[in-house]
T-cell receptor, first 116, second 112 residues
Framework: NAGVTQTPKFQVLKTGQSMTLQCAQDMNHNSMYWYRQDPGMGLRLIYYSASEGTTDKGEVPNGYNVSRLNKREFSLRLESAAPSQTSVYFC???????????????FGSGTRLTVV | QQQVKQSPQSLIVQKGGISIINCAYENTAFDYFPWYQQFPGKGPALLIAIRPDVSEKKEGRFTISFNKSAKQFSLHIMDSQPGDSATYFCAAAPRGYQKVTFGTGTKLQVIP
């Protein structure tokens, strides 16, 4: 089925380790996003890419970097993981060109990351 | 700074009852107000959305009510069913629909 694919689904890191979360979409969407979800805090935007070749910071970018590899793929990198980065990470894509009420994010199934 | 405030944090409703979740926003540049539904272990999925030029939108058992002057909007789930048990997020985005801001979520449990 078409959609957003995230890998890995689960990961445990030690403090200071690095890792890259992968995301790919096959809907030909222009925009891609990385959110983190924490209890009681909802979904907070880390970084987004409005179109291929562009990236911008969201609400909580510190400690993260992103790469929009091509139109399909948008990766999130933790250079030196900290316990505060323990969270569930969601990638999403959208195409604002679809217009108002038909527009919405398509989310992946998430990566559950624990930093010990 | 929380731009979209959502309440309650959790909600228990009996089967057949009405579930009501409320949200408020401050940024008058918001132009699009979607609601997302999330089941455990899954990503959120778009449920229903509204723009501020209408006061109500209904899709099946789900209705959004929108009060532009009060900067408030709410989700009503009529005839709530156990299958509706999930976490619901309200959200808002400015014109152009980039950078959606989410509320903190409401965990709904519908009991038989």
């Amino acid at each position: 089925n078409a959609g957003v694919t995230q890998t890995p689904k689960f990961q445990v890191l030690k403090t200071g380790q690095s890792m890259t979360l992968q995301c790919a979409q096959d809907m030909n969407h222009n925009s891609m996003y990385w959110y983190r979800q924490d209890p009681g805090m909802g979904l907070r935007l880390i970084y987004y890419s409005a179109s291929e070749g562009t990236t911008d910071k969201g609400e909580v970018p510190n400690g993260y970097n992103v790469s929009r590899l091509n139109k399909r793929e948008f990766s999130l990198r933790l250079e030196s993981a900290a316990p505060s980065q323990t969270s569930v990470y969601f990638c999403a894509s959208s195409d604002p060109g679809q217009g108002a009420l038909g527009y919405g994010y398509t989310f992946g199934s998430g990566t559950r990351l624990t930093v010990v | 700074q929380q731009q979209v405030k959502q309440s309650p944090q959790s909600l228990i409703v009996q089967k057949g009852g009405i579930s009501i979740i409320n949200c408020a926003y401050e940024n008058t540049a918001f132009d699009y107000f979607p609601w997302y539904q999330q089941f455990p272990g899954k990503g959120p999925a778009l449920l229903i959305a509204i723009r501020p030029d209408v006061s109500e939108k209904k899709e099946g058992r789900f209705t959004i009510s929108f009060n532009k002057s009060a900067k408030q909007f709410s989700l009503h789930i009529m005839d709530s069913q156990p299958g509706d048990s999930a976490t619901y997020f309200c959200a808002a985005a400015p014109r152009g629909y980039q950078k959606v801001t989410f509320g903190t979520g409401t965990k709904l449990q519908v009991i038989p």
